[in-house]
Structures are given as structure tokens and as C-alpha cells.
């Protein structure tokens, strides 16, 4: 049975739901938990980073937010996020989807990263009974920070749109949140734009996904007074995802988070053995968790976003040439698109470079077979 924190109102949505959360659909935290929300892009290592959350007893997450600038699509998202929070949670959660594209610029996720978002990688997964709101993260984010009394921590884990957006509407919650802890970024170490057999031959060699989407929304959020948190490549380079493990997470598996899991592995096993993939957003949310998964310094942050005069190959012309605030979209040089720079004048932001990588495996392994 759920077990339900929350006032309901219904509505029927676009976005394939049939019930919504319209009302104020917070309340008051467990004083010993941490309150969290979780906006997300919905692809594959943001999956096993809900589960976690759900999973974990010191965690109150209070709503998942998505919207359709990252991997996932918002239709798919608001079917996958209840469905993945079914085998995890009794507790009901606060889900809604935000704008389809970024603040500005052109640049996406190749298709087919975003068809294996927004299928769960075919692995096949009941429907999930949380109702979807049809209120903005804007909103929803606004709403859990003035309904509860404890200070909230974001985990932004996609694009930073939706976190930019709600800082522009309302500046005056920006006070009353512990912290954001972003995965994305990268600093000391190359960035992962080029990938073989996807994006052969582009010209951005250091930055990171998440930022470059939406390098205008990154910089607004760095530019705040937000204390962050950037859990980049730097240090995510460290919990590699390997073929070893994925073996001793399958003997292990044995609660339904940890059962789907196993199958996305199984899935994605040339993923893993292309080497490239790793926990970037497990580790994420494992800082949220247990702040001690982040050693590293404090420096002030900037992102790097040059305009050019004409549209590059690398621009996906679908994306309307309107933004959401009305003006005229620009385009922007891909090659320096996304970058993150030491330096400036934003309120320092404590960067991970160190963390404790066999522990991370084992308390993730640990958590997805805790039982209900």
C-alpha cells in the first residue's frame, strides 16, 4: 500500500498520465532524513541513481523532475520514473516534466543515446500507480522548498534547465536550499562529447554532456549563490563500470531495483566493454547520501559559450528558432560550447576530484537488494 504524504488533486495530462498532483502535494520531512529532489534526464545511469535514492532510508525524496532537453523525452520520462519508483518506494513522490528544449543553442543527445533513454533500454517494466503533475519544475521545486521546513538538496543530474529556470522565477528560494550537487562537467580530465560511432569528428574535446546541452542554463546556475557541488568527470573516471562487477551484481541480485538492473547490465554489456561507462550519476547521488564521497576543492566556476555567425553541422535545426522566453534562438560555436573554467567571479563551488571507489560499489550493490 502507498504510503501517502500528500493532499490529491487530478487532472488528465498530455504527457500520457492520467492523474496528476495539482494541489500542494508536500509535506512535512522526517527530521533525520535528508529532503531531496532529483532532476534527472531519465538515461541509463540516471535510472540505477532513482533507484538508489528511493532505496535509501536516510533519504526523503520528495520529487523527480525531469523535462525533454537531456536523453529522455518527457512522455516516455513521466511513464518510466513511476514505474522505476514502484520497485524501490511505497512512499509517493512529486513527478513532472519541464520545456523540451534548452534555454539556447541547438545542440542534443545523438537519437539513438535518447530512443535507449526513453525505452529503458527495452528492458520491460510494469506501470508504475504515481500520478504525474502537470505543474513545471519550476513549480514543483518551489513549492517543496516553501512547504518544508528543512532545507532541500538538489541532485541535478541532465541538463541544468530546469534548475536555471527556477532560479529565474524565484531568486528568493536560492537561500533556503542546503546545497545542489550537479554531475557534469570536467576540468582536469578530457570530456566526453566524442564518442566513436556517434559524434566521429566533433570538435568539443573537454567538455561534458549534461553542461554542453544547455551551457546557457549551466552558467546561470554557476553564476548564483547556490552552494554547489560538481561531481565530474574528474572524479566519476574512478568508478568505471566493469565486467566484474556486473557479474557480482548479478549473484546478488534479488529485490526487483535490483532484478531490472541486472537486465539493463546484461543489456548493455558492450557498453561495458567498450570501457566507456561508468556510475556518473550513481555517484551523484551517492554525495547526496554520504557527503564523504566527495574530496576535492573549492574554486569559482565558469562556462565557456562563444556565439558564431552561422549555424554549425552540429546543430539540430528541429529545435525551434524561438526560446521559451521569446526570443530569437543563437547559435553557438560547438568547439568551446559547455566548458568549464577555474576562475571568475561566482561564489566558489566545491569540485570532487577524489572518492571512494570500491565502497561505492558496495553500498550501491548493498541498497538495490534492501527489501521494501
Not at 574528474?234 to 526487483?256: G, M, R, S
Request: charged fraction near 20%; aromatic fraction near 10%.
Amino acid at each position: 500500500m502507498i504510503k501517502s504524504k500528500f493532499i490529491k488533486q487530478c487532472a488528465i495530462l498530455s504527457v500520457a498520465a492520467t492523474t496528476c498532483f495539482t494541489g500542494n502535494a508536500f509535506s512535512a520531512n522526517a527530521a533525520e532524513k535528508t529532503p531531496v529532489i532529483f532532476d534527472t534526464d531519465m538515461a541509463i545511469d540516471d535510472w540505477s541513481a532513482l533507484l538508489l535514492l528511493a532505496k535509501t532510508d536516510s533519504i526523503d525524496l520528495l520529487a523527480v523532475t525531469a523535462n525533454g532537453v537531456g536523453e529522455t523525452r518527457c512522455a516516455p520520462a513521466m511513464r518510466n520514473i513511476p514505474a522505476l519508483l514502484a520497485l524501490a518506494t511505497e512512499d509517493e513522490v512529486v513527478i513532472g516534466c519541464g520545456d523540451a528544449y534548452p534555454l539556447d543553442g541547438y545542440f542534443t543527445f545523438p537519437e539513438p543515446w535518447r530512443q535507449q533513454a526513453d525505452t529503458l533500454s527495452g528492458v520491460e517494466i510494469a506501470d508504475g500507480t504515481l500520478p504525474i503533475t502537470a505543474k513545471h519544475p519550476v513549480h514543483i521545486i518551489h513549492e517543496a522548498i516553501e512547504s518544508t521546513q528543512q532545507k532541500i538538496t538538489l541532485l541535478a543530474t541532465g541538463s541544468l534547465t530546469n534548475i536555471a529556470q527556477w532560479i529565474e522565477h524565484h531568486p528568493e528560494d536560492v537561500s533556503k536550499v542546503e546545497k545542489l550537487v550537479i554531475m557534469g562537467g570536467s576540468f582536469d580530465t578530457h570530456g566526453n562529447i566524442i564518442v566513436p560511432g556517434f559524434t566521429d569528428g566533433h570538435p568539443n574535446k573537454s567538455a561534458e554532456w549534461n553542461i554542453y546541452v544547455d551551457a546557457i542554463a549551466a552558467e546561470k546556475v554557476f553564476s548564483s549563490q547556490l552552494n554547489i557541488e560538481v561531481v565530474g568527470l574528474d572524479v566519476t573516471n574512478e568508478v568505471k563500470v566493469t565486467t566484474e562487477f556486473a557479474k557480482d551484481f548479478k549473484k546478488k541480485a534479488k529485490t526487483e531495483a535490483a532484478i531490472f538492473w541486472d537486465k539493463v547490465l546484461d543489456d548493455n554489456d558492450w557498453f561495458i566493454n567498450s570501457g566507456e561507462y561508468y556510475f556518473w550519476d550513481v555517484l551523484a547521488a551517492l554525495v547526496v547520501i554520504d557527503p564523504s564521497f566527495c574530496s576535492g576543492e573549492y574554486s569559482s566556476v565558469t562556462v565557456s559559450y562563444d556565439l558564431i555567425e552561422q549555424p554549425s553541422q552540429w546543430d539540430n535545426q528541429n529545435i525551434p528558432d524561438v526560446t521559451y522566453t521569446g526570443a530569437k534562438r543563437k547559435s553557438y560555436d560547438p568547439a568551446t560550447f559547455g566548458v568549464l573554467r577555474r576562475g571568475g567571479d561566482n561564489k566558489p563551488a566545491k569540485i570532487c576530484k577524489k572518492t571512494k571507489s570500491k565502497e561505492a560499489f558496495s553500498l550501491f550493490t548493498e541498497t538495490m537488494n534492501k527489501s521494501l
